[in-house]
Nanobody
Framework: QVQLVESGGGLVQAGGSLRLSCAAS????????MGWYRQAPGKQRELVAA?????????NYADSVKGRFTISGDNSKNTVYLHMNSLKPEDTAVYYC???????????????WGQGTQVTVSS
């Protein structure tokens, strides 16, 4: 089994900062990619930021967060972070951690999701 446990959400005023953390645990052989998605009420889940560890690696950000959010990882801890600065009310959403993981007990790599953490930005 694989678990993704998120932390760091909360309530912050516009212009403030938060850091989200997501730690993966379980029978992990390798992690191909990790990232963050968010879903606001009445809207579809959307990619916020993600990086891949395959094919030379790459990092992607949603246009709406470029220059304000930074994704980083700690491979030794199977952990991904999302540093969020200059937060805006429109950043309010449930943030979900996602990881594409290869486990020891079945072939192939599969996506896993965290339970979500609420981020609320007040104006």
């Amino acid at each position: 089994q694989v678990q993704l446990v998120e932390s760091g959400g909360g309530l912050v005023q516009a212009g403030g900062s938060l850091r989200l953390s997501c730690a993966a645990s379980g029978s992990i052989s390798s992690i191909n990619a990790m990232g963050w998605y968010r879903q606001a009420p009445g809207k579809q889940r959307e990619l916020v930021a993600a990086f891949t560890n395959t094919s030379g690696g790459s990092t992607n950000y949603a246009d709406s967060v470029k220059g304000r959010f930074t994704i980083s990882g700690d491979n030794s801890k199977n952990t991904v972070y999302l540093h969020m600065n200059s937060l805006k009310p429109e950043d309010t959403a449930v943030y979900y951690c996602n990881a594409v993981i290869r486990t020891a007990w079945r072939p192939g790599a599969y996506p896993y999701w965290g339970q979500g953490t609420q981020v609320t930005v007040s104006s």
